[in-house]
């Protein structure tokens, strides 16, 4: 299973831009699909998350710019963030919670993309 996050790059403040992340494999289901974000010298923070047939959830600091989706036909969580701010910049990283094919039975577990780096600047 890997996970491959793209969308990132430059904006100014105030402006838009979407990520997106597609896992790939032999997946059985994906459950929770989410975003984090990371700065240099920070923890990882979580973002917002949706499980599947439920509400997502917003971490307060993008409530209200920020929107999670999930695409589970094609396997992809996207991230629409809008109104962005200079302390959005960061590296963000996709987490999926994965049931996969392993041999002869179904494993679940937690995956990470590779970091995309967000940078809002004028």
């Known amino acids: 299973v890997q996970l491959q996050a793209s969308g990132g790059g430059l904006v100014q403040p105030g402006g838009s831009l979407r990520l997106s992340c597609e896992a790939s494999g032999s997946i059985f289901k994906i459950d929770v699909m989410a975003w984090y974000r990371q700065t240099p010298g920070e923890q990882r923070e979580l973002v917002a998350a949706?499980?599947?047939?439920?509400?997502?959830m917003y971490a307060d600091s993008v409530k209200g710019r920020f929107t999670i989706s999930r695409d589970d036909a094609k396997k992809t969580v996207y991230l629409d963030m809008d109104s962005l701010k200079s302390e959005d910049s960061a590296v963000y990283y996709c987490?999926?919670?994965?049931?996969?094919?392993?041999?002869?039975?179904?494993?679940?577990?937690?995956?990470w993309g590779r970091g995309t780096q967000v940078t809002v600047s004028s």
């Open positions: 987490k999926s919670r994965v049931s996969f094919v392993q041999g002869i039975g179904v494993t679940t577990r937690d995956f």
């Open positions: 949706q499980e599947k047939g439920a509400s997502p």
